[in-house]
Structure formats: structure tokens, C-alpha cells
């Protein structure tokens, strides 16, 4: 199952919402996660199961979608927010990451 | 606290072998499947290979299926990754990630860079 994340690159602003996408070649039902990594650190699981806020990340993260269509969203853009952010896929094995979305400053 | 730590990479010739392990505590390793990602310098996340909580279920991805081999020893808190016939392509940094219960990786080591090249 191949993910397509868009866009690939992001600039955007302190404050701003931010919207990155995921499709999947397939149907994923809704087994699809994403994680935000920062540079020379391990991916950080953000969002299960499509929509579920992992215990301990922020409200401004949400995540959206079921099929083949999944949306993460940020409602207000913080510094700390600035990384690449991948979905992942867990339907099916293998596994398959998106290709990642870099979220730099503006 | 749950910490996974890597250990095992380092610089070898195409066509070596190299044994990673990933040491785990601050749970119990046993009930829980295990999985080993790789990031290539500069690019994204691969996953490489998972493992079920008794070793029962063992899946691999295409790229590496037949070259690598994933195992786990529960006495020992400890997951491994022996990888053989190694390529270029092989060269990455290799992180070991718990799978939750609800089946998502929610804990990472840091990760060990495994270098390949002549």
C-alpha cells in the first residue's frame, strides 16, 4: 500500500493552521498514524487509529479521515511545531510510511 | 520509565553481516510486539521488520526479506536484527519501536547508524 503525503514542503507562520494530507493506494480502513520528528531525534507517535490523540500530545494536533483519505491538522502553528511530519499505515503488512512533510518557519 | 536503546551499528564492507540489539526496560518486553524502522541519511522512514510478543508472528519488508532476520529473547529484555549480504542501500540509522497494545508504535529507541561501504 503506497502513502501520499502532500505537500512535501510547508512554510507557514507561528499562530497559523496547518493541514497535511495523506492518501493511501487502498483502503486502510482506519489504521493509519502519524508521527512529527525533529532532525537527529526518533519519530514521535502524535496520532493513532486515524483520529486518536496519543496520551500526552498537544490538542492543537488532530488527525481526520478513514478509506483512503486522512487529513492532520494543527489549529495554531507553535514554535515547537517546526519538523517533518509522516503518516504511517498499519492495515496491512508491509508496513508503509508517506514520504514526509517538512514544516518549516515562514 | 520505557527505554529502548540500540547498539550493534557501525561501518561495514558490502556483503558483510552486522548484529543489532535493542536493550529494553521500564516494561514488560514480553507482552509486546517489536519492530525495527530505518532512515537513510537525508530521507525517510522505512520499515524494515516486526515481530510478535512470543516470536510467533514475523513479518519483513520486500527490501530486506531473505537477508535479514529479526529475533527476540524475553529472558534477556532484548530484541535483535542480523542483517547478512549487506548493500549500500542498507546504510541507514536503525531504530527498534515498541508496538502498543492498541498496535501502534508509540516508544523509540534513538537509534543506531549502520554504514555500509567499502
Known amino acids: 500500500i503506497q502513502l501520499t503525503q502532500s505537500p512535501s514542503f510547508l512554510s507557514a507562520s507561528v499562530g497559523d493552521r496547518v493541514t497535511i494530507t495523506c492518501r493511501a493506494s487502498?483502503?486502510?480502513?482506519?489504521?493509519l498514524a502519524w508521527y512529527q520528528q525533529k532532525p537527529g531525534t526518533a519519530p514521535k507517535l502524535l496520532i493513532y487509529?486515524?483520529?486518536t490523540l496519543q496520551s500526552g500530545v498537544p490538542s492543537r494536533f488532530s488527525g481526520s479521515g478513514s478509506g483512503t483519505e486522512f487529513t492532520l491538522t494543527i489549529s495554531s502553528l507553535q514554535p515547537e511545531d517546526f519538523a517533518t511530519y509522516y503518516c504511517?499505515?498499519?492495515?496491512?503488512?508491509?508496513?508503509?510510511f508517506g514520504g514526509g512533510t517538512k514544516v518549516e518557519i515562514k | 520509565e520505557v527505554q529502548l536503546v540500540e547498539s550493534g551499528g557501525g561501518l561495514v564492507q558490502p556483503g558483510g553481516s552486522l548484529g543489532l540489539s535493542c536493550a529494553a526496560s521500564?516494561?514488560?518486553?514480553?507482552?509486546?510486539?517489536m519492530n525495527w524502522v530505518r532512515q537513510a541519511p537525508g530521507k525517510g522512514l522505512e520499515w524494515v521488520s516486526y515481530?510478535?510478543?512470543?516470536?510467533?508472528?514475523?513479518s519483513y519488508a520486500d527490501s530486506v526479506k531473505g537477508r535479514f532476520t529479526i529475533s527476540r529473547d524475553n529472558a534477556k529484555n532484548s530484541l535483535y536484527l542480523q542483517m547478512n549480504s549487506l548493500r549500500a542501500e542498507d546504510t541507514a540509522v536503525y531504530y527498534c519501536?515498541?508496538?502498543?497494545?492498541?498496535?501502534?508504535?508509540?516508544?523509540w529507541g534513538q537509534g543506531t547508524l549502520v554504514t555500509v561501504s567499502s
Open positions: 519501536a515498541r508496538v502498543s497494545s492498541r498496535g501502534y508504535p508509540d516508544y
Open positions: 521500564g516494561f514488560t518486553f514480553s507482552s509486546y510486539s
Open positions: 515481530i510478535s510478543s512470543s516470536s510467533s508472528t514475523i
Open positions: 487502498q483502503g486502510i480502513s482506519s489504521y
Open positions: 487509529a486515524a483520529s
Open positions: 504511517q499505515q498499519l492495515n496491512s503488512y508491509p508496513l508503509t
